[in-house]
């Protein structure tokens, strides 16, 4: 929807810098808000899962420069962020209105909105994020369970191999970047399966080898549907993984009651009814 | 022919068609004068066909947060791989962010 009964605010010659998400599903995302950003900047920047929605970015604004040509086999993913920070803000500093435009959420698994944003507010511009619909809220909906329910951890896969975290296996368990676990180049992959099998191993410390795994793929486009796989935790040791699938346990155990703080909140709760009573 | 890309936002906007079943939108699609490769799409239910119609390849996706090192910020990050002895030895939380 266009706002038509007011009109646009802009500041000539002042650098703006915004951050925005796509969304994950075509047509059906985007925010009013993120649009208007799209469409008002002098020029946007892409970095998109999908090339049809970065065509479809194209229909939104006449300078859309993708960002996908600075990945490169065997460089280092770090290097490409850089460059991408690097270019949005050698535009904002000849005075455009800059906007970078990232799938699904532009602050979730996305270094480099946050970087050029800090580097941005640093050199005294304005500049924020404009929040997407992401992959994460795309999987409560279609996987149809609710966080508050028993609670919900994410980790980014590789972290559970390099860092000792603390898994609770009585609520759901989301793991990233499954499909590319130790990988931090593009195009360098060969330890990945030997990587997984660790990651197998580290999660059944807390979970049996024939819990349940869900491998969750939003769908891009509006003609798809989500791909929802379940398999045993014994199986992702060897499933094919891509990196937009993301990996979900269900909880493994009941929530176990508290019983010392029950025992000190009926305590608090008696002392408060004989206050009343009082 | 209509345009495949406005069809595309028109169908993922749509209250109606954003879950109709493949025979009954291409039968909307049919009356559109859509591409055969948009209906091809919407019977497989992938977007293999369009990328040949719009000239386009999908490239895998690759994340756009580097691997989670511990220890540093992923500004500091190494762009050689850094031993596996020394990926988690911080006194201080990482700094990237998550969902």
Redesign the interface.
Known sequence: MTNTILPSLNVPGRGRLACVGLGMTLGSHLTPLARSHIVQADVVFAALSDAIAEEWLKRMHPDVRSLQPYYAEGKPRIKTYREWVALMMAELRTGKRVCGVFYGHPGIFAWSPHKVIEQAHAEGYEAHMEPGISAEDSLYADLGFDPGRYGCQHFEASQLLYCERRIDPAGYLVLWQVGVIGNRSVGRFDAGLAYRALLVERLGQDYPLEHEVIIYRGATLPIERPRIQRITLRELAEVPLTAEETVVLPPAVTLQPNRAMLERLQTLDAREKEGAAA | MTDT??L??????DAS??YASADI?NGVLEQTHASAE?MT??AA???AS??VE?G???????????????GQE??E?E???AP?SE??HSDHP?S????
């Not at chain 2, 595309?8 to 906007?13: Q, Y």
């Not at chain 2, 386009?56 to 511990?70: A, E, F, R, Y």
């Not at chain 2, 990237?96 to 969902?99: E, I, K, P, T, V």
């Open positions: 890309i406005e595309l936002e028109a169908i993922g906007s068609l954003r939108l948009l799409a919407v239910g992938n977007g369009l990328r719009l386009i390849q999908q490239v895998p996706q690759t994340p756009q947060s580097p691997t989670q090192l511990p992923p500004d990050e762009e050689e791989e596996q990926r988690c990482s990237l962010s998550f969902q």
